[in-house]
């Protein structure tokens, strides 16, 4: 099956900074790499996707960048502020299967 | 719109107990999927249903069961609870989007066995 590795496990960044997330996969079907935050006390919100014909996507202060040939991929937000603050996961699943594979998860803390 | 619905939020159960988390949706979503959250361990795929009447196992299953009757409710069965199954769990639906699968979850329930 799919195996989803995600670093950093945990990140702290100054109000302002960036911060940079990266994943790699295992399956070469998977075509699919959506990224959710999760805030404290609640279930996990997906909050940008790529697919794989697409080296990358932007949506506001966060982007998301895949490089297909090394099976990785990786989440951006610039200009960090403290509501950023939350656990990141990156998920990697094939367009015609529910199953999605989740990272570990990156504790993110934006410092004011 | 309530989305993905989990109760209760919290449980305290004594070890060989048994208990149900319930879990329901209304977004007539066909797929269903509970997943159990540890630390450094991200989301990890108990079970699933792909519709009613239709389940099967994700990566830890042992120690739990699924029913699916209906489109909008799958609780999760913990049989006799052991110290090893105090975690946080997450019930999600799903639709597939364009893009891929897009997963609403609920807002889960913490669980400690002692």
């Known amino acids: 099956g799919e195996n989803v590795e995600q670093h950093p496990s945990t990140l702290s960044v100054q109000e302002g900074d960036s911060a940079v997330i990266k994943c790699t996969y295992s399956d070469s079907a998977s075509n699919y790499f959506p990224w959710y935050k999760q805030e404290l006390g609640k279930g996990p919100q997906l909050i940008i996707d790529?697919?794989?014909?697409?080296g990358e996507k932007k949506d506001q202060r966060i982007a998301v960048t895949l490089n297909k040939t090394a099976k990785h991929f990786s989440l951006h937000i610039t200009e960090t502020q403290p509501e950023d603050s939350a656990v990141y996961f990156c998920a990697a699943s094939t367009s015609n299967d529910y199953k999605l594979s989740f990272g570990a998860g990156t504790t993110v803390t934006v410092r004011a | 719109n309530a989305g993905v619905t989990q109760t209760p939020k919290f449980q305290v159960l004594k070890t060989g107990q048994s208990m149900t988390l319930q879990c329901a949706q209304d977004m007539n979503h066909e797929y269903m999927s509970w997943y159990r959250q540890d630390p450094g361990m991200g989301l990890r795929l108990i079970h699933y249903s792909v519709g009613a009447g239709i389940t099967d196992q994700g990566e830890v299953p042992n120690g739990y069961n699924v029913s699916r009757s209906t489109t909008e409710d799958f609780p999760l069965r913990l049989l006799s609870a052991a110290p090893s199954q105090t975690s946080v769990y997450f019930c999600a639906s799903s639709y597939r989007s364009g893009m891929g699968t897009e997963a609403f979850f609920g807002q889960g329930t913490r669980l400690t066995v002692v």
């Open positions: 790529i697919r794989s014909n697409v």
